[in-house]
């Protein structure tokens, strides 16, 4: 009497084992699609290096926005995934010559830009890639607030 190796395994292993499968197929696949995103990415990041130019900016206002929101131009809204129309944007306001333009910008560069000040940039488009200070004093990224520390400040400005 000869019983086949896999039926002599209880169900519950063969699931588990089904599932286990599953998941390293799953793990391959999301693997590579991810690795094409980063190339994906990093073309797209130089050919906006590639592009960008320097700029004099006078800061007017800076702001999170959506992207519906944000008075950018049609072209760039529909080229924007619609998942991704719904959530926030660094955006800023400025002007450049006798223009008021809006540009989107790096998170890392949004922290360091000043309002109301001029400063000078390196831009790709609408896209602000790097900034430098023109006047005033040097430009430096603020330190992260723990989540205590956002919740102690809250508190202390109500009283």
């Known amino acids: 009497m000869t019983i086949a190796p896999i039926a002599a395994l209880g169900t519950a292993w063969i699931v588990t084992l089904v599932i286990l499968a599953i998941l390293i197929i799953a793990l391959v696949i999301v693997g590579v699609?991810?690795?094409?995103?980063?190339?994906?990415?990093?073309d797209a990041q130089q050919q906006l290096q590639d592009a960008a130019q320097p700029m004099t900016l006078l800061v007017i206002d800076k702001k999170r926005m959506k992207i519906s929101e944000a008075n950018l131009p049609k072209v760039v809204?529909?080229?924007?995934?619609?998942?991704?129309?719904?959530?926030?944007?660094?955006?800023?306001?400025?002007?450049?010559?006798?223009?008021?333009?809006?540009?989107?910008?790096?998170e890392k560069v949004f922290d360091m830009i000043p309002v109301k000040q001029e400063i000078r940039a390196m831009v790709g488009g609408i896209y602000i890639l790097s900034v430098k200070s023109l006047r005033g004093p040097a430009l430096v990224t603020p330190p992260k607030k723990t989540f205590w520390q956002k919740v102690k400040g809250k508190f202390s400005k109500a009283e």
């Open 33 to 42: 699609w991810g690795n094409k995103q980063q190339k994906k990415s990093a």
């Open 77 to 106: 809204i529909d080229n924007v995934p619609k998942m991704m129309r719904r959530s926030k944007v660094p955006i800023v306001k400025a002007k450049v010559g006798p223009r008021i333009m809006t540009f989107m910008c790096d």
